[in-house]
């Protein structure tokens, strides 16, 4: 079993910053790479962003690219997104997920979820 909890969430105003984690536990050796999703409205879920076991292989979605950086601190177990520039267009439930593939790409199906975190940007 696996465990991803998110963290970070808030209101910020346009322009500002908000960093979110992620920490795993359980089964964490079963997770390779991992990432970001996030839910807007009532739209579907969509990938931004996802980080290799590695680390050596950072991909992201257009509409965050310049404004939103992952990392992993494998000896916390931990994931983050640093997420500065934001829009309102940004507000939304944000997940983390991980995966066992090696990458963490915009097709790779996550195994397994957290239960999101939201933010909000907002004047």
């Known amino acids: 079993q696996v465990q991803l909890v998110e963290s970070g969430g808030g209101l910020v105003q346009p322009g500002g910053s908000l960093r979110l984690s992620c920490a795993a536990s359980?089964?964490?050796?079963?997770?390779?790479?991992m990432g970001w999703y996030r839910q807007v409205g009532g739209k579907e879920r969509e990938w931004i962003t996802g980080?290799?076991?590695?680390?050596?292989?950072?991909l992201y979605d257009d509409s965050v690219r310049g404004r939103f950086t992952i990392s992993r601190d494998d000896a916390k177990n931990t994931m983050y997104l640093q997420m500065t520039s934001l829009k309102p267009e940004d507000t939304g439930l944000y997940y983390c997920?991980?995966?066992?593939?090696?990458?963490?790409?915009?097709?790779?199906?996550?195994?397994?979820w957290g239960r999101g975190t939201q933010a909000a940007v907002s004047s």
């Open positions: 997920a991980g995966a066992n593939a090696i990458q963490f790409a915009l097709n790779t199906t996550p195994d397994y």
């Open positions: 359980g089964s964490i050796l079963s997770i390779n790479s």
């Open positions: 980080i290799s076991r590695t680390g050596r292989t950072i």
